[in-house]
């Protein structure tokens, strides 16, 4: 597998005629910023949980699809991160991302919930 090239993931959500994919432009941007900064992805998810973590082993992807054990609904986030704490503790992230709007966090609730349905 090759190393995350930041031109070659923009280059597939390109603006086109009759498409300006700027969520998409947003979650690839983010999604390598995540990948390749040292420290970016740790301090995210610990931002979005609330406390903090070390992340010694994480991957962050795009464009993946999920069931919602909460209504059954295929969904489509927008970006996914799954990680490995230092304590072993397993983290899914899923997020959403929306042009113009605010961060909203921590998730930590949130997720509790879904997880609590998921398994």
Known sequence: MHGSNL????FKV????DHS???????ESFAHILRVVPGACEGWVSKMYGRSLILPEFSVSTRSSELDPLS???IFPDL???ATTADGESIVVLAEHKWDS???GPIAELSADWRAHRD
Not at 7 to 10: E, G, P, Q, W
Not at 14 to 17: D, F, N, Q, V
Not at 21 to 27: I, R, T
């Open 102 to 104: 605010p961060c909203r």
């Open 72 to 74: 059954g609904a295929v």
């Open 14 to 17: 390109r603006i086109r005629e």
């Open 7 to 10: 031109f070659n993931d923009l």
């Open 21 to 27: 994919p700027k969520e998409n432009f947003l979650s």
């Open 80 to 82: 996914r991160i799954d």
